[in-house]
């Protein structure tokens, strides 16, 4: 929570100010996100007008995640701006008379003072997940994992494999080679079950 009295409700009013705080949970998607805990520097404007006070910042924090080619962990860093208004709970009252349509069914998506406090959290984490890479990659040109056998190409660029066998005739494959070491075992020609037959 961050507190406005200091600012007062004159408009025009600004104050600057600076804080560390630690990162919620989940910050982030699947393949990359802030820690939880890890910390956050954001720069704050504040800013006094009509409607309540605009708040202007930007975040910087920490990231971990996962290569989208190549699977290894990486860190980076994201930087997010933001910029929204927490509207003064008597303000609200009074607007909800007038709006209609499309305003009023944007009134769920107003973020309001509470008292003289304001949660940063909803914002931030807006902020800092619209920021982050769609496709987190350890490094722009890595070249990902062998799609036979998942070894990293990064760590060995003339890795290769003789022509791959299609799948669909791995079982045709398999059964070769089971006659051949059939044949090999025969190879007087006498067919199986020949001293059967003599015996008979």
């Not at 769920?108 to 509470?114: G, V, Y």
């Amino acid at each position: 929570m961050f507190d406005t009295r200091e600012l007062g409700r004159r408009p025009g009013a600004m104050k600057r100010l600076s804080r560390t705080v630690d990162a919620p949970k989940d910050l982030g998607t699947e393949v990359i996100g802030v820690p939880e805990g890890a910390q956050v520097d954001l720069d704050l404007r504040l800013e006094a007008v009509m409607e309540g006070v605009l708040v202007t910042g930007s975040a910087r924090a920490p990231l971990t995640g996962e290569c989208v080619r190549c699977l290894e962990p990486l860190e980076q860093e994201c930087e997010a701006d933001f910029q929204e208004l927490f509207s003064y709970p008597d303000a609200d009252d009074r607007s909800r008379f007038t709006d209609t349509g499309d305003d009023a069914e944007d009134e769920d998506d107003t973020l309001n003072l509470e008292g003289d406090l304001f949660d940063l959290e909803p914002v931030l984490r807006d902020a800092v997940v619209l920021s982050l890479p769609m496709q987190p990659v350890c490094q722009e040109d890595c070249p990902g994992l062998c799609p036979r056998c998942g070894a990293r190409l990064a760590d060995d660029p003339d890795h290769q494999h003789n022509e791959a066998v299609d799948i669909r005739w791995a079982a045709l494959e398999g059964l070769a080679e089971d006659i051949r070491h059939g044949e090999k075992d025969n190879v007087d020609g006498t067919a199986p079950g020949a001293d059967e037959k003599q015996e008979k």
